[in-house]
C-alpha cells in the first residue's frame, strides 16, 4: 500500500513537472525585469504642478518636451478652477498638502508669503532683465523674490476709432484733459450715447486712474490707507466727474445687456478692458466693424508722461516651502519660462508672454491690437503687497460705485475709505508691531 502511494505521488511529480518549471521560468523572467527596471524607478523625480483654470488644461501639452529633456522628472499636473483656486492651495497649507509647484494669481503673493508657504528663487535661472519691471515687481516681497511670472494681464482703452477719428483723435486721446475733450465732442455731435463704459461695481478703473496720477493707495508701511492724500483725491474726482457729466453711464457690469452689440451700436465709444477681449471682439463684433475699433494705451494724467499707468496683472509660478523636490520643481519653472515656450503657451490659451522677447513673435507682433498692450505693459505698477489687498479694493470700488449713485459725498467716502481700509489693516498693524524687526 505505501510503495503505491509512493508511485501515484511519483507521477503526480512528473505530471507536474512541466508546470513548475513554466512557473519557474516566469518567476525567474520576472525577478530580472524587477531588477533591471527598479534602479530607474527609484531614481525618477515626480513633482507635482497645479495649474489653474485654462492654463492648467493647456500646460498638459507642454509637460511631454519637459519630460524628454529631463528623463528624471515626471510631472503630476492637477487642473484646478480658478474659482476654486485660493481657497484650495490655502486649505492644503493648512494641511500640509501643498503642491511641489502651482500658478498662483500675483496678487495672492503676498498672502502666501505672510504665511510662510513659499520658497525663495533667487535660484531660479531666468534672465531678469527679460521681464517687465512692473510685473517682476508683483513678485518681490520684503526684497525677496517668491514668483516667476508666467504670463501677464493689464487694461488698456478700447475705443471706436470710427467714431474718435470724427471728433479729431483717431488714434485716441493721450492725456485726461484730450480724454475729456473727446468725451464732450462725442456727446456734442452725438457720434454715441456715452463717451465711455465704466461699470460702478469695478475697482480696476479708480486704481488705475489712482496710478496714473501717482497715488499710493496705503500709506509708506502698508498699514494705513491714503485715500484723502492729494493724489488720489484727484483721480477719484476725476472718476466721479465723468459720470456727473454724463460721459459714462452709471451702470453695474450685471446692468450691461450685451457690450459687443452695444459698442458695435455706439452706445459708448471706449471701454477700459483686457487682452481676452481682443479675441471677443473679434468673434461678436459684426465683420462691417473689424476696421471700426482699436486698442491705445490709457491716457496719462498730463503731457508730462508718455501714457498712464495701468496695473501688473497675470500669474506667476511659486514653489511651496514643504516641497521636498524644489530643484525638480525650479527646473520646470525654468522651462516654462523659456520664451519659445511663453510662445507656444500663447498659441495654446492666448495668455500675453511675460518675457520681453516672446513679443517678437509673428503672432503677436503682426497683430494690431497687441502693440497697445506691449507698450503698456512698459508702464504698469504692482499693487500694494499686503495680504488685504483684494478686500481692500472690493471696498474701494463699493465707496466708488456710492458717490457716483449719490449716496455719499466724495469727501465722505474718502475718509469712510480710510476708516474701513485701517479695521481691515489693524491685524496687519498688530503683527508688525511685535516684529523684531520694529
Given at each position: 500500500?505505501?510503495?503505491?502511494?509512493c508511485r501515484i505521488e511519483n507521477e503526480e511529480l512528473k505530471a507536474a513537472r512541466p508546470f513548475l518549471n513554466s512557473a519557474f521560468?516566469?518567476?525567474?523572467?520576472?525577478?530580472?525585469?524587477?531588477?533591471?527596471?527598479?534602479?530607474?524607478?527609484?531614481?525618477?523625480?515626480?513633482?507635482?504642478?497645479?495649474?489653474?483654470?485654462?492654463?492648467?488644461?493647456?500646460?498638459?501639452?507642454?509637460?511631454?518636451?519637459?519630460?524628454?529633456?529631463?528623463?528624471?522628472?515626471?510631472?503630476?499636473?492637477?487642473?484646478?478652477?480658478?474659482?476654486?483656486?485660493?481657497?484650495?492651495?490655502?486649505?492644503?497649507?493648512?494641511?500640509?498638502?501643498?503642491?511641489?509647484?502651482?500658478?498662483?494669481?500675483?496678487?495672492?503673493?503676498?498672502?502666501?508669503?505672510?504665511?510662510?508657504?513659499?520658497?525663495?528663487?533667487?535660484?531660479?535661472?531666468?534672465?531678469?532683465?527679460?521681464?517687465?519691471?512692473?510685473?517682476?515687481?508683483?513678485?518681490?516681497?520684503?526684497?525677496?523674490?517668491?514668483?516667476?511670472?508666467?504670463?501677464?494681464?493689464?487694461?488698456?482703452?478700447?475705443?471706436?476709432?470710427?467714431?474718435?477719428?470724427?471728433?479729431?483723435?483717431?488714434?485716441?486721446?493721450?492725456?485726461?484733459?484730450?480724454?475729456?475733450?473727446?468725451?464732450?465732442?462725442?456727446?456734442r455731435a452725438r457720434k454715441s450715447n456715452y463717451g465711455i463704459l465704466m461699470p460702478t461695481n469695478e475697482h480696476e478703473h479708480i486704481e488705475v486712474l489712482a496710478?496714473?496720477?501717482?497715488?499710493?493707495?496705503?500709506?509708506?508701511?502698508?498699514?494705513?490707507?491714503?485715500?484723502?492724500?492729494?493724489?488720489?483725491?484727484?483721480?477719484?474726482?476725476?472718476?466721479?466727474?465723468?459720470?456727473?457729466?454724463?460721459?459714462?453711464?452709471?451702470?453695474?457690469?450685471?446692468?450691461?445687456?450685451?457690450?459687443?452689440?452695444?459698442?458695435?451700436?455706439?452706445?459708448?465709444?471706449?471701454?477700459?478692458?483686457?487682452?481676452?477681449?481682443?479675441?471677443?471682439?473679434?468673434?461678436?463684433?459684426?465683420?462691417?466693424?473689424?476696421?471700426?475699433?482699436?486698442?491705445?494705451?490709457?491716457?496719462?494724467?498730463?503731457?508730462?508722461?508718455?501714457?498712464?499707468?495701468?496695473?501688473?496683472?497675470?500669474?506667476?509660478?511659486?514653489?511651496?516651502?514643504?516641497?521636498?523636490?524644489?530643484?525638480?520643481?525650479?527646473?520646470?519653472?525654468?522651462?516654462?519660462?523659456?520664451?519659445?515656450?511663453?510662445?507656444?503657451?500663447?498659441?495654446?490659451?492666448?495668455?500675453?508672454?511675460?518675457?520681453?522677447?516672446?513679443?517678437?513673435?509673428?503672432?503677436?507682433?503682426?497683430?494690431?491690437?497687441?502693440?497697445?498692450?506691449?507698450?503698456?505693459?512698459?508702464?504698469?505698477?504692482?499693487?500694494?503687497?499686503?495680504?488685504?489687498?483684494?478686500?481692500?479694493?472690493?471696498?474701494?470700488?463699493?465707496?466708488?460705485?456710492?458717490?457716483?449713485?449719490?449716496?455719499?459725498?466724495?469727501?465722505?467716502?474718502?475718509?469712510?475709505?480710510?476708516?474701513?481700509?485701517?479695521?481691515?489693516?489693524?491685524?496687519?498693524?498688530?503683527?508688525?508691531?511685535?516684529?523684531?524687526?520694529?
Open positions: 500500500m505505501q510503495n503505491a502511494e521560468c516566469i518567476l525567474h523572467s520576472a525577478f530580472i525585469f524587477l531588477s533591471c527596471t527598479a534602479p530607474r524607478n527609484s531614481q525618477t523625480t515626480v513633482i507635482e504642478f497645479w495649474g489653474l483654470g485654462r492654463e492648467g488644461e493647456v500646460v498638459a501639452e507642454m509637460l511631454p518636451e519637459f519630460e524628454r529633456r529631463n528623463p528624471g522628472i515626471r510631472v503630476s499636473l492637477q487642473q484646478i478652477p480658478w474659482i476654486a483656486a485660493h481657497e484650495k492651495l490655502t486649505t492644503a497649507h493648512v494641511g500640509e498638502a501643498t503642491p511641489d509647484v502651482a500658478q498662483i494669481g500675483n496678487t495672492w503673493i503676498a498672502e502666501f508669503v505672510t504665511m510662510r508657504a513659499l520658497e525663495e528663487l533667487g535660484a531660479v535661472r531666468v534672465d531678469r532683465s527679460d521681464y517687465f519691471p512692473g510685473i517682476w515687481a508683483t513678485n518681490v516681497v520684503g526684497g525677496k523674490l517668491y514668483g516667476i511670472p508666467w504670463y501677464v494681464d493689464t487694461r488698456v482703452l478700447f475705443y471706436r476709432k470710427d467714431l474718435l477719428a470724427a471728433v479729431g483723435y483717431p488714434t485716441g486721446p493721450r492725456t485726461w484733459d484730450e480724454w475729456l475733450d473727446a468725451m464732450e465732442k462725442l456727446r496710478m496714473s496720477n501717482g497715488a499710493t493707495f496705503l500709506n509708506a508701511d502698508g498699514t494705513r490707507g491714503a485715500f484723502r492724500e492729494p493724489r488720489f483725491r484727484d483721480a477719484f474726482a476725476f472718476y466721479v466727474e465723468l459720470f456727473r457729466r454724463g460721459y459714462a453711464p452709471k451702470v453695474s457690469n450685471t446692468q450691461v445687456a450685451n457690450l459687443y452689440q452695444q459698442f458695435a451700436q455706439a452706445d459708448f465709444a471706449m471701454h477700459i478692458t483686457g487682452p481676452w477681449n481682443v479675441g471677443e471682439f473679434r468673434r461678436r463684433l459684426p465683420a462691417n466693424m473689424q476696421d471700426k475699433w482699436a486698442t491705445a494705451p490709457l491716457p496719462a494724467r498730463d503731457a508730462s508722461a508718455k501714457m498712464g499707468i495701468s496695473f501688473a496683472g497675470g500669474a506667476s509660478l511659486v514653489v511651496f516651502r514643504a516641497s521636498t523636490k524644489k530643484a525638480a520643481a525650479r527646473k520646470l519653472i525654468e522651462f516654462l519660462s523659456e520664451p519659445a515656450q511663453q510662445v507656444r503657451f500663447y498659441e495654446l490659451c492666448g495668455d500675453l508672454p511675460a518675457r520681453r522677447s516672446a513679443w517678437s513673435a509673428p503672432a503677436l507682433a503682426n497683430d494690431p491690437h497687441f502693440p497697445a498692450f506691449h507698450t503698456q505693459l512698459e508702464r504698469v505698477a504692482p499693487f500694494p503687497a499686503v495680504p488685504e489687498w483684494e478686500q481692500i479694493a472690493t471696498t474701494l470700488y463699493q465707496h466708488g460705485e456710492a458717490t457716483v449713485r449719490g449716496a455719499m459725498t466724495p469727501q465722505a467716502a474718502l475718509a469712510d475709505l480710510d476708516r474701513t481700509t485701517d479695521r481691515i489693516l489693524e491685524k496687519r498693524r498688530w503683527v508688525l508691531s511685535r516684529s523684531p524687526a520694529q
